[in-house]
């Protein structure tokens, strides 16, 4: 039986699994990870910044205009679409195999293929909100009112509701991706090497039977799991989704 045949398998016979997710789910649809050779923190930038200390709270509260350059041109990509992974989550979903999806990743690209239950762990580029007065807004309002969104109803600024370093996850959040994945009889981990904290310690919550590791390089969680395999994550959901059905 191949790796493919054998994660259809254990895809049909699930009823609540959780699909777990990193960059590497994006890659894909053309948005490149963060921490590869070619991720978006090993890019060249025209400053002695870290792009870590670009994206924190500080130097978006210090030097927005700066930030939004570097948010618009680097962290959103307009164009992108959903994969043929994302595409095969929302059937399993619509199925009955998938119970949610818990994912690191702020591109909205799980919701645009369809699926209704995902956790964002560090939220979604999609939403934005006034830091003053909470006035919801959506990336286009960030697109469009360049170099500083400011809000329609108060005059403050406009953020992404996105997770920045030095800011903690939201905690309804955390405890939903925890629950879910605690309850999980298959737990799916795709595109993430598990080394950010605190989403990467999740991984630990799981009790159920399979674990199965998608990812090019190794994880720390490679010597617990049922099956690992070393492909793309959309070509592979894709085609153990489509095995489903015959």
């Known amino acids: 039986?191949?790796?493919i045949e054998t994660l259809s398998k254990i895809l049909a016979q699930s009823q609540s699994a959780v699909f777990f997710g990193g960059a590497g789910m994006s890659t894909e649809s053309g948005i490149p990870d963060?921490?590869?050779a070619g991720g978006i923190f090993?890019?060249?930038l025209n400053t002695n910044l870290r792009p870590e200390e670009i994206v924190s709270h500080t130097f978006f509260m210090n030097c927005p205009a700066d930030f939004f350059e570097f948010y618009r041109t680097r962290i959103v990509y307009l164009d992108a679409k959903p994969n043929a992974g994302h595409i095969a989550l929302a059937k399993l979903e619509r199925r009955g195999n998938?119970?949610?999806v818990v994912t690191q990743n702020i591109d909205g690209l799980h919701q645009a293929a369809g699926s209704k239950i995902v956790y964002e762990l560090h939220g979604s580029v999609q939403r934005?909100?006034?830091i003053n007065c909470g006035a919801p807004y959506d990336l286009h309002y960030i697109c469009e009112n360049?170099?500083?969104p400011y809000c329609k109803e108060c005059g403050g600024l406009v953020r992404p509701d996105v997770v920045l370093y030095e800011e903690n996850l939201d905690e309804r959040i955390?405890?939903?991706s925890i629950e879910a994945i605690s309850k999980a009889d298959t737990l799916i981990v795709g595109g993430t090497s598990l080394v950010v904290y605190p989403a990467a310690g999740l991984v630990d919550y799981f009790n159920g039977e399979f674990l199965v590791i998608i990812n090019k390089t190794e994880t720390r969680a490679d010597s617990e799991a049922e099956l690992i395999i070393r492909a793309n994550i959309g070509e592979t959901l894709s085609k153990a989704v489509e095995l489903i059905g015959k």
């Open 146 to 148: 360049k170099p500083i």
């Open 98 to 100: 998938l119970a949610a």
């Open 174 to 176: 955390l405890k939903a």
């Open 34 to 36: 963060f921490r590869s």
């Open 128 to 130: 934005a909100f006034c």
């Open 42 to 44: 090993n890019q060249r």
């Open 1 to 3: 039986m191949t790796e």
